[in-house]
């Protein structure tokens, strides 16, 4: 183990920081804007609304349907090219799946909920970020929830566990990396996204998972607090 | 656990998620829900106590539809049986002949001469089913089609706000900016002056309805934004009706 | 409803007014911040009014057009994301859309306002060239001017990357700039029945009769012009929406800063 000094030089169980915002798309049902380091998201929810195709449609409840994309300059390197890859629809899926267990549409049946994520600029974690934004758009619409969600990686740098990788550690090439970006509804007690490149021994994952469920309940704070700034604002106008 | 106790204030903001109760006595209401003994709350929202009810008036959110309700609505087809009706919600409505007129409409004549496609009616939900599929009618005082004016789009949760107790504040605005204005359940409000100016006012001040909804002393602030703008304010409590238009 | 909105709109426009209360001749509050993003190698965001626009430059290095051996290139994309409004669709992009990126195009390319024989590295082998996206966060209303004046800014604040090798070093920004000969500003004139108004809101842009986009250099050349909506301009017309677009570009320059 020789991961002694994080790169940016944070503690090992420290956030980068985090800005939140709600309300940051005018024309939506709800919206939020969620920055961790230098990675930006935006989520914007529209709906519940009529859905098509019809064939989707759910007599017994509305459709969560999520949608992560990277703006084409938000990369590191060149350019993302536009459309949908991959990548973007296996991300929008586990989406789908870290917001699912807290959302409730059954007084919608028929109808979408769309959620539009949108990274203008990235630097890991991205796919959490984009879930934190997502959750926080999701209660500004209005739309019935058990919970907010909270979303971050965790990790193991060279045998160290470490909380919210930046780029240059999920680069790091003086050593393993794992990566895991996990999504965690605080009073379920559960995890809703779980996934994990890399190498790691089991007993490190629950301890990694340990510190995940630390971090996120930070975040989880920042996500209220921007929820109840959104009417407290104006309040004191 | 044997004491019940609220971990919330009256009109607190609270986010989904959040405890706003601890134990049996405390009875959840609309969004909330009960997680063992506790009553945590599932909308984004104010806090409502009444007694040992604990509820959430939400802050946000998109219209559902509800039987009895006067919304304004956007005619978008025209079928063999009636109207295609958007009502500013995920379900569409129907609104069929014989609940439009009591007119005698022969097979194959022309519906437009009632309603017409891009028309704004002011129309009754007089159902729903479990589906959320809606069936509107025109019987009733004030259900017409909306002729002239403009139409302003609010969310469906500050409704209530605009219109105000027994009709108040939508009325104190009337008086106020010489308008006639319709609030729709669904968040439609349309609003028609004799110029420009009045109508103007009128929107400004609906919007800062929809801003400031949530606070405290609203219609004194409202009367206040009215002064503002040169006109005159006449405050009457408990005014019969809401709008005076149904 | 329609005609009936076009109506009432009308009667606002007699009185120089409209919906939201300004005059015919005003724009919304329009807001500019450059440099936002470190992922692009230049940045801007555009507010006017309620509608936000961010535009980002990325560089590339890759062969010249045969028809200009020693010119680097531009492209200009622009992507109307579903997030911004419920009317845009994801898919591939749509009409509107590959229209909005080729008047904001057109608009810089044909002002001549970067030197492009700057931007070669070897005659009729490799040249930078400049890939500029446009992503509207909100649109409402105006996304003509808003994309056009958030691209340029992005331009201007664009920064080369280290090349080495015949490949771009990300990472590594360097200090040049652009080489920026002249700088172009772009204003849409709308028409609604007898009247002339800037800055639409989309109830206005649903209803006029016809807009034009004209793209100026800081002399007052026209570099570019655009005809849009169902009806036809006499030469009149034109004139007359020309000289509103040229009095609202000197306006607009301010926030070139």
Redesign the interface.
Known sequence: MSYKKRLDGRKFDELRSIEAKVGVVKNATGSAYFKIGNTMAYAAVYGPRDLFPRFLKDPKRGLLRCNYNMMPFSGMGERVRPGPSRRSKEISMVTEGALLPVVNLENFPNSVVDVYIELPQTDAGSRCAGICAASMALADAGIAMKDLVGAVSVGLVDGQIVLDLNYDEEAYDKGDVADIPMAYIPNMDKFSLLQMDGKVKPEDLIKALELAKKGALEILKVQRNALKHRFEVVKNE | MEKSELKVNEKD??????VLAQGMSYLPSE?T?R?GEDI?A???GLVRIDGKVVKII?????Y?PKKMDVIIG?VTDINFSGWNVETN????AMLSMKDATDDFIRRGADLTRYFDV???IVTKIYNVT???LIDLTMKGPGLRKID???IVFVSP?KVPRIIGKQGSMVSMIKKATNCNIIVGQNGIVWIKGT???DE?DT??TITKIE??S??SGLTEAIKKFLESKGRTVVVEEQMQGGNDEL | MNNEKQNHIINYLKKDLRFDGRKREDYRKIEVETGIFKTAEGSARVKIGDTEVLAGVKFEVGKPYPDTPEEGTLMVNSELIPMSSPKFESGPPSPESIELSRVVDRGIRESKAIDYKKMCIRPGELVYSLVVDIVPVNAAGNLFDAAALAVWLAIKDAKFPKLEGDKLKYKEPTKQKLPILTEPVSITVYKIANYYLVDPTPDEEEVMDARLTVALTEDGTICALQKGGEEPLSKAEIESMIGLASKKAKELRKYLR
């Open positions: 903001i609270v986010v989904p998620g959040e969004g829900y997680k945590l599932s909308r984004l939400p802050l946000s959110g998109k559902l956007r919600s995920a379900y569409p891009g028309d704004y479990s589906q959320n002239g004016g403009r949760t110029n420009p100016e103007i929107v400004d801003q400031e949530h606070m």
